[in-house]
C-alpha cells in the first residue's frame, strides 16, 4: 500500500516528495513562465485555488515551483509577490 493511500484513507497529509521544500496556494491568480522572467514564456496559468510545491527560493524575484495541470505536472517559476511569506 502506497504512504498517499494510507494518508487519504487516514486523513494525514501525503507525505512531500523529496525535491519540495513546502507546499501554498497563492494569493492571486497567476502564471508560470519557462525563466525567471515576466517577459519569458508562459507555460501555464492558475487560480487561488491550485496547490503550487515550492522547489527553489534563491531567485530574488521568482521561485521555481512544480503543479499538476490537466494530469500533467508542470515546472516553472512563479512570482514570489503573489505567493505568502
Do not use: C, W
Not at 496556494?25 to 522572467?37: N, Q
Request: aromatic share 8%.
Amino acid at each position: 500500500m502506497s504512504e498517499a493511500t494510507v494518508a487519504s484513507e487516514t486523513g494525514i497529509a501525503a507525505p512531500l516528495p523529496s525535491d519540495v521544500l513546502s507546499t501554498t496556494k497563492s494569493l492571486v491568480s497567476g502564471d508560470f513562465y519557462r525563466s525567471p522572467d515576466f517577459k519569458s514564456q508562459k507555460i501555464a496559468s492558475f487560480d487561488t485555488s491550485q496547490l503550487i510545491h515550492v522547489l527553489d527560493t534563491t531567485n530574488a524575484l521568482f521561485i521555481k515551483a512544480r503543479m499538476q495541470k490537466d494530469s500533467a505536472s508542470v515546472t516553472g517559476f512563479v512570482s514570489k509577490a503573489i505567493l505568502p511569506e
